[in-house]
């Protein structure tokens, strides 16, 4: 199977007991794994395709017998430094998805840069659900905020479900998780609190830029300590009455109106 000239190294998997997928079941079983093993899986020709944009690098491209098949994304898979081809069958005994794609990377685990003091800036503190952690990544990147600094209870931004939900936003941002407090003096821009009890409507505030938007758990909001050190809080209208937005949808109103002011 190993393809001539001087293209990656291809392996043929036969067994669900191959140590490389003993890895894979761990790294989706546990979406926090990839902390310990300094290596996270993609999954997916879409987050796949979007390391290989932005120059990230992946040592491990794993696909099925179709897959490889499939000269697009046979293309893809040997971009990587090395290649496993598996039946279909294999690669679903891992897959989180219920229709399992039929490629994907692994890749050593990003290491975060420096804390940047006046790039704009996310704070999310403790948002539990990886799903809405995802989506706010993906409104980051879209929106031009550089760098989101995650508070520890926030969920791990590199598992599967946080990896779906971004669509690939990851791979433009620089992320940094399970900090404290005090981690975030490394910041020396505004902070910006949405919260529903704010005075200041958000379409008349005077919002800072750049700034930091700090987003809070999606039952308890922003905790105290955050608001008390924050330069402004807002609130986002609702004219038809509910009580709050999902997190998420209030990002995406946030960050879109900080990036409407700077156009």
């Not at 229709?99 to 990377?105: D, E, H, L, V």
């Not at 958000?202 to 700034?211: E, K, V």
Request: net charge neutral; proline share 7%.
């Amino acid at each position: 199977m190993n393809p001539s000239g001087s293209g990656p190294r291809v392996q043929a998997i036969t067994s669900r007991d191959n140590p490389l997928l003993r890895q894979l079941r761990r790294l989706v079983e546990d979406g926090s794994g990839y902390r310990r093993a300094g290596v996270l899986w993609l999954e997916g020709d879409h987050l796949c395709s979007a390391l290989r944009q932005r120059g990230g690098l992946a040592r491990q491209a794993v696909l099925t017998e179709d897959a490889w098949a499939q000269p697009a994304l046979r293309e893809l898979a040997q971009w990587a430094s090395a290649v496993a081809v598996l039946p279909a069958g294999l690669f679903a005994g891992f897959s989180g998805l219920a229709s399992p794609a039929g490629i994907g990377f692994l890749i050593d685990s990003p290491v975060p840069p420096a804390i940047a003091p006046t790039v704009p800036s996310l704070v999310l503190d403790r948002l539990q659900d990886p799903g809405n952690v995802g989506s706010i990544l993906r409104s980051a990147a879209a929106f031009g905020v550089h760098q989101v600094l995650a508070l520890q209870g926030t969920a791990a931004l590199w598992s599967p479900k946080v990896l779906r939900a971004g669509m690939g936003a990851h791979f433009a941002l620089a992320l940094h998780e399970g900090l404290d407090i005090a981690a975030l003096d490394a910041l020396s821009l505004p902070w910006v609190a949405t919260s529903s009890h704010a005075a200041t409507a958000l379409p008349q505030a005077d919002l800072p830029t750049p700034c930091a938007w700090v987003l809070g758990h999606e039952g308890q909001g922003v905790s105290a300590a955050l608001l008390a050190r924050c330069a402004l809080q807002v609130r986002i209208p609702q004219p038809g009455g509910e009580e709050s937005l999902n997190v998420a949808a209030a990002a995406a109103v946030c960050l879109y109106e900080s990036a409407r002011r700077q156009a």
